[in-house]
């Protein structure tokens, strides 16, 4: 269809209407009486020669065809409003996405971090959470910022700090863990690192028991949740977290870097 004859207005009607499976809801949405809205589906329906709804009792259905239309004109005028909003105070504000890891974004060092970075009013920051393996393409991500030795391929790789491991548990378990050895008898949750507890180990000179148990995401809560110990970045070193609902259990930890990391320009 050349851009000209397209209707913008039966389309928008459209969408709106596709999401919400409802005239009365999409109405409100857009300011319109359900019969105007109504008018403007039939309009699009005399337009594409199809009907993009079967009406049922109650709710509206989409059609093949409405299938096929709706999502397309969804990332459509999404597109648009994301673009529009980072117009405002007469500049133009580019975003930028930056995936943390939750242990480094729950933590007030992340707070402290922020705010001691001048803003850069022409910039819209917008971080997303996720675990250390993410793909920063495949999540749309600008930058990351990762835990590990900076070997990321395709990637390059910064350096902005340093980051104690230390093994942590919930406050009741700490009276029966009392030397490293009394971890053996623990059950011991790993992340997606998969050498720490054996770095941790070996840095007291000691052998890592058999690690069985999970390999879990989001470490945060885990000893809140069970009777077990994990390995969990401490800031600063050897402190508790979060209202002392995890302890840390030795004032020993080992260093894992943490990583500024960006697509490499080739």
Same mark, same amino acid.
């Given at each position: 269809?050349?851009? &000209?004859?397209?209707?913008?207005?039966?389309?928008?009607a459209f969408e709106?209407?596709? @999401?919400?499976?409802?005239? /009365?809801?999409?109405?409100?949405?857009?300011? *319109?009486?359900?019969?105007?809205? /109504?008018?403007?589906?039939?309009?699009?329906?005399? %337009?594409?020669?199809?009907? &993009?709804?079967?009406?049922?009792?109650?709710?509206?259905?989409?059609?093949? !065809? #409405?299938?096929?239309?709706?999502? *397309?004109?969804?990332?459509?005028?999404?597109?648009?409003?994301?673009?529009?909003?980072?117009? /405002?105070?007469?500049?133009?504000?580019?975003?930028?996405?930056? #995936? *943390?890891? #939750?242990?480094?974004?729950?933590?007030?060092?992340?707070?402290?971090? @922020?705010?001691?970075? %001048?803003?850069?009013? !022409?910039?819209?920051? %917008?971080?997303?959470?996720?675990?250390?393996?993410?793909?920063?393409?495949?999540?749309?991500?600008?930058?990351?910022?990762?835990?590990?030795?900076?070997?990321?391929?395709?990637?390059?790789?910064?350096?902005?700090?340093?980051?104690?491991? +230390?093994?942590?548990?919930? &406050?009741?378990? +700490?009276?029966?863990?009392?030397?490293?050895?009394?971890? #053996?008898?623990? $059950?011991?949750?790993?992340?997606?690192?998969?050498?720490?507890? !054996? @770095?941790?180990?070996?840095?007291?000179?000691?052998?890592?028991?058999?690690?069985?148990?999970?390999?879990?995401?989001?470490?945060?809560?885990?000893?809140?949740?069970? $009777?077990?110990?994990?390995?969990?970045?401490?800031?600063?070193p050897h402190s508790?977290? +979060?209202?002392?609902?995890?302890?840390?259990?030795?004032?020993?930890? =080992? =260093?894992?870097?943490?990583?500024?990391?960006?697509?490499?320009?080739?």
């Open positions: 269809m050349d851009r &000209p004859i397209i209707p913008l207005s039966a389309l928008r709106a209407a596709a @999401r919400h499976l409802t005239l /009365s809801k999409a109405a409100v949405e857009l300011c *319109v009486t359900q019969a105007a809205l /109504s008018h403007q589906i039939r309009n699009l329906k005399d %337009r594409l020669g199809v009907a &993009p709804f079967r009406r049922v009792p109650r709710e509206l259905v989409l059609t093949e !065809e #409405g299938a096929a239309l709706a999502p *397309v004109l969804t990332r459509s005028l999404d597109a648009i409003s994301d673009t529009l909003d980072r117009f /405002s105070g007469d500049r133009y504000h580019e975003a930028l996405h930056v #995936g *943390v890891v #939750g242990t480094f974004a729950t933590d007030c060092s992340f707070r402290g971090w @922020r705010a001691t970075r %001048r803003p850069i009013w !022409e910039v819209d920051l %917008r971080v997303f959470t996720n675990n250390n393996r993410v793909s920063i393409p495949g999540k749309g991500l600008d930058l990351a910022i990762r835990f590990g030795d900076g070997s990321w391929h395709g990637l390059d790789a910064c350096r902005i700090m340093d980051a104690p491991l +230390t093994p942590m548990c919930a &406050p009741t378990l +700490t009276s029966s863990i009392i030397h490293p050895e009394d971890l #053996g008898t623990q $059950r011991l949750l790993r992340s997606y690192r998969a050498s720490e507890w !054996e @770095r941790w180990f070996t840095s007291l000179g000691l052998n890592c028991p058999p690690l069985r148990d999970p390999m879990l995401d989001s470490p945060w809560h885990w000893p809140t949740w069970h $009777r077990k110990v994990t390995e969990l970045p401490c800031f600063p508790s977290h +979060t209202g002392q609902r995890q302890a840390a259990l030795f004032a020993c930890s =080992i =260093i894992c870097p943490l990583n500024l990391l960006g697509l490499r320009k080739t």
